[in-house]
């Protein structure tokens, strides 16, 4: 490849570079190229010049304001957005590792960072979560925590649970194109999330705020 060409981001936005997007990562070429080595899908191309940028068809910035896009990156349709609580750095995820014991053993504490990823018919998310212990609570090994992205894990190191059941969701939702009701199982797409999969679990908690209607999802599955 010549220093002149100029090449694509693959467009997967897996987060292992640290941004969401591959599109976020494209926009911080143009003052960092540098920051190119932080793909590994690009891992045998170093001396890449910047990425022109990456458009995806569900991205937020693609959508006309006001009108949301009820369709995933798969093109399947969900019902509602979930969005974190303001006062939280990222969404809220209730998990036990599949090794519960592992919360004592690792002393874990609020506050602490963390990495895991949600296996099996809970989830099933390829992505491995980072994020910051909230509650814990060690008799049961169940454990709360907002989900950040991988630059804390990077900058301040990690207690790594691997593999984790995800209980449950919570979080607020501001729009909606069904009712929402205590005891019906939806579609969903956490507003965050890397891949933008929809989710599906049944609300069991409706609590209605001057932010948002606040809702607690379990029985999770992705698809």
């Keep these: 490849m010549n220093s002149t060409s100029t090449i694509t981001l693959p467009g997967l936005d897996c987060g292992l570079c640290g941004y969401r997007h591959c599109s976020e990562l494209a926009e911080s070429l143009g003052r960092r190229p540098e920051m190119i080595r932080r793909c590994v899908h690009l891992k045998n191309q170093p001396d890449a010049p910047p990425a022109k940028p990456v458009r995806l068809p569900v991205l937020e910035q693609d959508r006309p304001a006001g009108t949301p896009d009820w369709i995933d ?10 969005e974190k609580f303001p006062e939280e750095p990222g ?30 018919m809970s989830c ?11 509650e814990v609570d060690r008799r049961t090994g169940v454990i709360a925590w907002c989900v950040t992205g991988p630059l804390k894990p990077r900058e ?18 501001t729009e909606s194109r069904t009712e929402l009701r205590i005891g019906a199982r939806y579609f969903f797409q956490p507003r965050m999330c890397m891949l933008q999969w ?4 049944l609300i069991n908690y409706l609590n209605r705020t001057p932010q948002g209607m606040q809702i607690r999802i379990e029985g999770l599955w992705i698809g």
């Design 73 to 82: 990156s798969l093109s399947r349709p969900f019902d509602f957005f979930l």
């Design 198 to 201: 929809r989710h599906s679990g």
């Design 124 to 134: 099933g998310c390829p992505i491995t979560h980072c994020g910051i212990a909230t």
């Design 91 to 120: 969404p809220r995820e209730i998990i036990l590792p599949h090794n519960p014991i592992l919360t004592r053993e690792m002393e874990i504490c609020p506050g602490d960072v963390l990495i895991g990823r949600p296996l099996g």
């Design 156 to 173: 301040s190191g990690f207690k790594d649970l691997g593999y984790y059941v995800a209980e449950a969701y919570e979080g607020l939702v």
